[in-house]
């Protein structure tokens, strides 16, 4: 698996900070279980956490101290810190944790909602009124209707894979997009796409036909 698209360094922060809230914390976590390279970000940003801290000028004001570690973490070498592979299964898993502890297994325990031409998904309670979180199952070749957004959103791939525009985003990849991109994600062909969705309001749908079973559907 060759991840190719990662969080940015505002999430990473937050992450490690403690500051995202339950739905995003999972989308997270979930994508550095997939991914070496975010999982060692992480672990250079904590101890850039630390070294600041030692260092702490009392007298500076909060948005400077900030700024100054935002800065200090952009400058890290990723390729400098590194961490033990995780040890091989026997059976393969595609859901990772702690997500397939939120759904209760994996793939083959699932009960898919069918969301109308072909795809499906499962709604994935959380203590977190702020974000939407859903497992999606898109068919393989088919386009999710064009949209934009209300606010933020995370995509990460679980299975299969899509193109958004030019970019390819497979297994361990995730995406982040906002109110300024609007997109028709398109499953590719020969498997379905298995993701991983979070959201903090509901899509902004072009098709009118869409918005009307919009609200039946909680998308």
Not at 55 to 66: G, H, I, M, R, V
Not at 81 to 107: C, F, H, M, N
């Amino acid at each position: 698996m060759n991840v190719k698209h990662h969080l940015s360094d505002e999430f990473l922060i937050e992450y490690a900070a403690g500051s995202l809230s339950e739905g995003w914390s999972l989308a997270v976590a979930s994508h550095l279980a997939l991914c070496p390279e975010c999982r060692r970000r992480l672990h250079a940003m904590e101890g850039a956490a630390g070294a600041l801290l030692d260092k702490a000028d009392e007298s500076a004001n909060e948005d400077e101290a900030w700024a100054r570690f935002k800065a200090r973490a952009a400058d890290i070498k990723v390729e400098e810190i590194k961490l033990e592979a995780p040890r091989a299964t026997k059976q393969t898993v595609v859901l990772p944790e702690p997500l397939r502890s939120y759904v209760g297994g994996d793939l083959a325990d699932l009960k898919w909602r069918a969301l109308g031409r072909g795809a499906y998904q499962i709604l994935i309670d959380t203590k977190d009124k702020n974000t939407q979180v859903r497992l999606l199952r898109i068919p393989a070749g088919k386009p999710v209707p064009e949209h934009t957004h209300e606010g933020r959103e995370l995509t990460l791939v679980l299975a299969g894979s899509f193109h958004d525009g030019e970019e390819l985003f497979a297994r361990g990849d995730i995406e982040e997009a906002d109110g300024d991109l609007l997109h028709t994600p398109k499953a590719t062909e020969g498997e379905d796409c298995i993701c991983l969705a979070v959201t903090e309001a509901p899509l902004k749908f072009s098709s009118w036909i869409v918005r009307l079973v919009q609200p039946i559907l909680k998308i």
